[in-house]
């Protein structure tokens, strides 16, 4: 069964870093495009980064920029976020899915999505 699992989520002081994991189990994975989006409680989903597994192109939400790195492993089939100088304003829950373009303006799920790790960030 295609399937995407996240994990690396947690309770982090502000200044603070985190990294996600996104693992893929039962389809190629190789030239899927795959992106990480955030749902606060009260607020829209929000694109956070997407990588392409065809070339490795790479997206940041401009929120995030110069603060979170996102990268993929085929051998593990795993894509990882990066998350390091975290906000109060970055909690929320933090899912990963293939995407139908890469680019976090625009990218929407398409086919899997995982069910997603909680990210908190409070003193």
């Known amino acids: 069964q295609p399937q995407l699992v996240e994990s690396g989520g947690g309770l982090v002081q502000p200044g603070g870093s985190l990294r996600l994991s996104c693992a893929a189990s039962?389809?190629?994975?190789?030239?899927?495009?795959i992106g990480w989006f955030r749902q606060a409680p009260g607020k829209e989903r929000e694109g956070v980064s997407c990588i392409s597994g065809l070339d490795g192109s790479i997206d940041y939400g401009d929120s995030v920029k110069g603060r979170f790195t996102i990268s993929m492993d085929n051998a593990k089939k795993t894509v990882y976020l990066q998350m390091n100088s975290l906000k109060p304003e970055d909690t929320g829950n933090y899912y990963c899915?293939?995407?139908?373009?890469?680019?976090?303006?625009?990218?929407?799920?398409?086919?899997?999505r995982g069910q997603g790790t909680q990210v908190t960030v409070s003193s």
């Open positions: 039962g389809f190629t994975f190789d030239y899927d495009d």
């Open positions: 899915a293939t995407v139908d373009s890469v680019d976090t303006a625009t990218m929407n799920p398409f086919g899997l």
